[in-house]
């Protein structure tokens, strides 16, 4: 399908909040370039089919027969740039099988834009981050993505795209809540890892950064956000979850000689359950080292401090952060628009608090 009509469009990518289409429409662009010169143009339209399913995976499917393998010849020096205006963001089935194909294809680059964000699981979250892991660029769409599908995707008839109330105010409603899902806006940083009173912080942020080794040489680095979901649960749990799937088992295969330093910049120390999975996770896998540096001390339950003791016995580094700590989460994980960290009030004085507590749970 090349277009769609103005009627389908509207039906479809309005961005109003509340609005749930069921279907899924992508507009698509691809490019194909080799040794800096531009080759071909496609663009076009999909939507949901019985086979292969969602638009996204229909879209893999004519890429993969039609672009990547005409006549079943591939051109190997092809680079291959592709857009995606999409009236819902992947669920994590789809995200998941486009992480893939990406993770697959080096020289395939995608972006995508979204109308609104499809969260029905809470592992339509993770699949969001698993596209960005695999190098896609994720946004939702600005009032202008909208105009630009009207001009270029839909029947119009030769008229101006009519915008809808409230589209500017939806999109930054909606584009802050993905940049939180994919890493952090400012005022969500300060809130949840402040080292000040724990009123109102319920939930935990955990910063990750993981290097992998291999005889003594850096083969990768990754990095991301997680947050408390329903499923697995505390923040911790979800990268346990991401790293044994995406990292140690990736495609069911493990690097044995692999080496794994791991460290986590996280709001709220462990509770009691999470730190005795951490160690079990730590004590099964011991070509895994983990640091962790803690904003504030969870401590409602006597057991608490018995799982920080058992994650430093299975090998663990347990800290609390220090200003330092706080500057680096926000240059490397904060959405900070080019903004300077912002030190608070009484900063060093609770770490210093924090960390003499600390350390009288762990060695005395």
Same mark, same amino acid.
């Given at each position: 399908?090349?277009?769609?009509?103005?009627? @389908?469009? !509207?039906?479809?990518?309005?961005?109003?909040?509340?609005?749930?289409?069921?279907? +899924?429409?992508?507009?698509?662009?691809?490019? @194909?370039?080799?040794?800096?010169? *531009?080759?071909?143009?496609?663009? &076009?339209?999909?939507?949901? $089919?019985?086979?292969? &399913?969602?638009?996204?995976?229909?879209?893999? %499917?004519? #890429?993969?027969?039609?672009? /990547?393998?005409?006549?079943?010849? $591939?051109?190997?020096?092809?680079?291959?740039?592709? +857009?995606?205006?999409?009236?819902?963001?992947?669920?994590?089935?789809?995200?998941? $099988?486009?992480?893939?194909?990406?993770?697959?294809?080096?020289?395939?680059?995608?972006?995508?834009?979204?109308?609104?964000?499809?969260?029905?699981?809470?592992?339509?979250?993770?699949?969001?981050?698993?596209?960005?892991?695999?190098?896609?660029?994720?946004?939702?769409?600005?009032?202008?993505?909208?105009?630009?599908?009207?001009?270029?995707?839909?029947?119009?008839?030769?008229?101006?795209?009519?915008?809808?109330?409230?589209?500017?105010?939806?999109?930054?409603?909606?584009?802050?809540?993905? %940049?939180?899902?994919?890493?952090?806006?400012?005022? @969500?940083?300060?809130?949840?890892?402040?080292?000040?009173?724990?009123?109102?912080?319920?939930? @935990?942020?955990?910063? *990750?950064?993981?290097?992998?080794?291999?005889? &003594?040489?850096?083969?990768?680095?990754?990095?991301?956000?997680?947050?408390?979901?329903?499923?697995?649960?505390?923040?911790?749990?979800?990268?346990?979850?991401?790293?044994?799937?995406?990292?140690?088992?990736?495609?069911?295969?493990?690097?044995?000689?692999?080496? !794994?330093?791991?460290?986590?910049?996280?709001?709220?120390?462990?509770? #009691?359950?999470?730190?005795?999975?951490?160690?079990?996770? /730590?004590?099964?896998?011991?070509?895994?080292?983990?640091?962790?540096?803690?904003?504030?001390?969870?401590?409602?339950?006597?057991?608490?401090?018995?799982?920080?003791?058992?994650?430093?016995?299975?090998?663990?580094?347990?800290?609390?952060?220090?200003?330092?700590?706080?500057?680096?989460?926000?240059?490397?994980?904060?959405?900070?628009? &080019?903004? $300077?960290? +912002?030190?608070?009030?009484?900063?060093?004085?609770?770490?210093?608090?924090?960390?003499?507590?600390?350390?009288?749970?762990?060695?005395?």
């Amino acid at each position: 399908m090349r277009s769609i009509y103005p009627k @389908t469009f !509207y039906s479809n990518f309005k961005n109003l909040e509340g609005y749930w289409p069921k279907s +899924t429409r992508l507009c698509f662009e691809v490019e @194909t370039w080799e040794d800096g010169s *531009f080759l071909d143009y496609q663009n &076009g339209v999909f939507r949901n $089919q019985l086979y292969p &399913g969602h638009a996204e995976l229909c879209f893999l %499917d004519w #890429f993969h027969e039609k672009v /990547l393998f005409p006549d079943e010849i $591939q051109c190997p020096d092809a680079q291959y740039h592709v +857009t995606w205006y999409i009236s819902w963001s992947p669920c994590f089935e789809c995200a998941e $099988q486009v992480a893939r194909f990406l993770n697959e294809h080096e020289n395939v680059d995608l972006s995508m834009s979204a109308a609104r964000l499809y969260l029905c699981e809470d592992e339509d979250e993770r699949g969001l981050r698993d596209l960005v892991a695999a190098g896609a660029k994720v946004a939702m769409m600005a009032p202008e993505d909208f105009e630009y599908c009207w001009d270029n995707f839909v029947y119009n008839g030769g008229w101006d795209f009519p915008y809808w109330k409230k589209v500017r105010r939806n999109y930054g409603r909606l584009q802050q809540q993905l %940049d939180e899902i994919l890493c952090m806006y400012p005022n @969500t940083f300060d809130f949840n890892f402040q080292n000040l009173n724990s009123y109102g912080r319920k939930s @935990t942020f955990l910063c *990750f950064e993981v290097e992998r080794w291999k005889d &003594g040489s850096f083969l990768d680095y990754q990095n991301g956000v997680f947050r408390n979901q329903l499923y697995p649960g505390h923040a911790e749990l979800c990268f346990l979850d991401w790293f044994h799937e995406k990292v140690l088992f990736p495609d069911e295969i493990q690097c044995p000689d692999a080496q !794994y330093h791991v460290t986590w910049y996280i709001s709220w120390s462990p509770c #009691f359950e999470c730190a005795e999975q951490v160690a079990r996770f /730590l004590n099964e896998n011991e070509n895994v080292y983990l640091s962790i540096s803690a904003a504030r001390l969870y401590l409602c339950e006597d057991e608490d401090e018995q799982g920080l003791r058992d994650l430093v016995a299975a090998g663990a580094k347990v800290a609390m952060m220090a200003p330092k700590d706080f500057k680096y989460c926000w240059d490397n994980f904060v959405d900070n628009g &080019g903004w $300077q960290f +912002t030190y608070w009030k009484n900063m060093r004085r609770n770490f210093s608090s924090l960390q003499q507590k600390l350390d009288e749970i762990l060695w005395d």
